[in-house]
Structures are given as C-alpha cells and as structure tokens.
C-alpha cells in the first residue's frame, strides 16, 4: 500500500488511546506502520532478502520482530536527551517503555497485513522462504480506505475520543475481508466458467473505485491470459477474457538472457507472472522481461528490464 495509507492506520490506531498510553506514543504508531519501507534504501546490500523490496523488512520476522525494538529504542534514546535538555509539559504523558515497545510492534504488523492485500505480494517467511502471499483485496491506493481512516481520525480528535478511531478501523477490516471473499471467487472463475482454465497462478487486481471489480491474470502451460470480473455481473464467470499470449520464458535466447545482468537477476526474482518480449537488431537479440501484473503483454518499459546477447543491457 502508499504511504499515506500506512500513516494514517498507525495515526488511527494511536487516536484509539494508545497514544496516551506513553510518550512518543503517536510518533511511534506512525513511525513503525511505515518502517519496514526502509528496505528501499538497501538495494545495494549483497544479502538479498534485505535487497528485495517486501522481503525481510516485509516478514514476519524482520518487519514484526527485529525491526519494532530497534525503533522504540531509538524513540527511547530521544525521549532521554530531550528530558535532561529540558524536559516536557505537565500534561505531557510519563514514558513507558513497555508501552512504547508494544505500540511500535502492533503499527509494524499492520505494515505487511497491509501489503499482504495487494497484486504486488510480499514475502511474509522470508529470510527462510522466498514465496510470496498475496490476497489481492485491495488496489495499491485504495481511497475508500483512505477515507474510513482519515473520517475516524477527523472524528477522534473533534470528539476527543478513541471510539470514532476504533469504528473506522473496524470498518476498514470488514472492507478488506468482504474484497478478500471477491477477489477469491474470482481466482475461481477462469477455472469453473469459460475458459475453464487450469491455471498454475492468478492474480486479481481490483480497481481504485469500483472495487469490486477485478483485472484478472492467469498463467496455464507457458501462456498468460488477461480478463475481467464483475460479481455484480456473473458471480462464477469472468465477464470478458482474451486469447492466451505466450510468455516466452522457455525460448532457449530469454533461458540465456535471464541471468545476464543483476538487474535481469532481481527483477526475475521478484516477478510473479514474468512474460519475455524478443526484438531481433542485427546480429543481436534484445530479451525484454516484463510482469503481467503490472505491463499487460505490452510489457510497459515502467516495469520492464531488458537484456541483449551482444553485452548491453539496461
């Protein structure tokens, strides 16, 4: 999910009370509900569960274990030289470290739940396992999620009461759910209902505004095929899908290119549905790699990496 989204779950979840529970208790919910975005700055380390994006920083056990500590002892630190420089209001609440500790671990859970609703996946065992869980039941940007958050928030602070918080937060999970239970029925779709598919892997992208409805992408026996769902008009059947497109990625020119450069390596690494475009330039053949959750088989160059059999790359 954005940022704004995460920010404004850990800035709900500290307007339920919590922030009243410490110091540092709303820089802690907000902090730790966007902090295993950092592993954006770490694609340049060798280890490569924490090069990836939604890898370690994503898990289980980085982003909810290793990473809340780190965090609240940082607030910790700041918390103590801000006292002996000069110390803080009479209203202002007592630090309780164990209380910070716990803000920080619940705001970073909502992190990977968050992005665990999206095409993109995340990798929720990693270091141990590189799979990736997805549930598809929201779009990266969701503005009905933004606005149940941002009206609880609104109405916590108005009323000075965690109550609205609390409501929009519960609103917010049941909205997830209910697009979790559409984006499962329609996994199941190209298979019960023309195309009668048999698919090795489906992705279920739903739209920014009509949620309910579904871009859908599936993989069966080295093609890829597009198509869409509407419940509200087949609950069982894609209501449109087009001719399978081969993706490529058995041609023994795209088995040679795929390890060709890091940046090929990563990007296969990370991609779900990969499809291979070839482009043949004289003496060369130019492999351009893209994924169908994102490029379609035009294989848009925003989500694209290319590699040549004459050394260049890109």
């Not at 606005?147 to 929009?168: D, E, F, N």
Request: hydrophobic share 50%.
């Amino acid at each position: 999910m954005d940022n704004l989204t995460h920010s404004l779950v850990g800035w709900a979840l500290a307007e339920t009370g919590l922030k009243h529970r410490t110091r540092k208790g709303l820089a802690a919910a907000v902090l730790a509900a966007n902090l295993p975005d950092i592993d954006v700055v770490f694609g340049w380390v060798p280890w490569a569960p924490l090069a990836t994006h939604r890898g370690f920083t994503h898990g289980l056990i980085g982003g909810v274990l290793v990473l809340p500590p780190l965090l609240a002892g940082m607030l910790w630190l700041l918390d103590r030289r801000k006292a002996r420089l000069g110390g803080f209001a009479a209203d202002t609440p007592p630090m309780r470290f164990g209380w910070l500790l716990a803000i920080t671990f619940l705001a970073a859970l909502t992190h990977p739940l968050l992005d665990l609703q999206n095409v993109y996946a995340v990798q929720l065992l990693s270091p141990f396992s590189e799979r990736w869980f997805h549930t598809d039941g929201l779009f990266i940007v969701s503005p009905w999620l933004l606005a149940m958050q941002g009206l609880g928030i609104w109405a916590a602070r108005r009323k000075a009461s965690g109550t609205p918080a609390v409501a929009g937060l519960v609103a917010s999970m049941a909205f997830i759910a209910l697009n979790i239970g559409i984006s499962s029925l329609t996994w199941q779709a190209p298979r019960s209902d023309a195309p009668y598919a048999k698919p090795d892997r489906v992705f279920a992208s739903p739209e920014p505004l009509a949620f309910w409805r579904r871009d859908v992408m599936w993989r069966e026996r080295g093609a890829i095929a597009f198509g869409t769902y509407d419940p509200l008009q087949r609950l069982t059947g894609l209501t449109g899908f087009g001719n399978p497109v081969p993706d490529n990625m058995t041609d023994p020119r795209v088995v040679a290119a795929k390890g060709a450069t890091p940046h090929v390596r990563r990007f296969l690494a990370w991609s779900q549905l990969p499809m291979a475009h070839l482009e043949e330039a004289g003496s060369c053949t130019r492999v351009t790699f893209g994924d169908a959750r994102f490029t379609g088989p035009a294989l848009a160059r925003n989500f694209s990496v290319s590699a040549s059999d004459c050394g260049e790359g890109d």
